[in-house]
């Protein structure tokens, strides 16, 4: 009996030797996780701590590159949103410097500050949303 089972033993060994196993597939992202994967690079916090020191016309580039990617559909509205944002930004950094007039400055300013607060704003929602379909 002790040999039987040895034998059989042996030969389980031998078969789970022979066996590949089978590679876990690679999970793709679905709609959610490609769009906050585009659009990290244009409203990471870090991205929009440094809007201020950037030239209007990379943010021009940021605002084209955001407008190229479509969101899902629920995300529509806030999209929109970093587009309006990416928009005062620019507008306001192509206003700067205004030497001598001291009202545009004050508008230039009042358009980047409110531009940035909008596109933290979608950052934060955006970021409620990814936490709530189970994301970050």
């Not at 034998?7 to 992202?29: D, F």
């Not at 409203?43 to 899902?72: C, F, G, H, K, Y």
């Not at 206003?95 to 500050?113: H, I, K």
Request: net charge negative.
């Amino acid at each position: 009996m002790r040999k039987a089972l040895i034998v059989v033993g042996l030969g389980l060994a031998l078969v789970g030797c022979q066996l590949k196993p089978t590679p876990t597939p690679i999970p793709t992202p679905d709609a959610l996780g490609i769009y906050l994967i585009l659009v990290d690079d244009y409203t990471s916090l870090n991205t929009i701590v440094q809007m201020r020191d950037r030239a209007p016309d990379e943010i021009q580039r940021m605002e084209m590159a955001m407008q190229a990617i479509v969101p899902p559909p629920d995300l529509r509205q806030l999209h929109l949103q970093a587009l309006e944002a990416f928009n005062y930004i620019y507008e306001g950094l192509s206003l700067l410097p205004a030497p001598g007039d001291n009202v545009l400055v004050a508008e230039a300013n009042f358009m980047v500050d409110w531009g940035i607060s909008r596109l933290m704003e979608y950052r934060e929602l955006l970021d409620a949303y990814a936490q709530e379909h189970g994301r970050q």
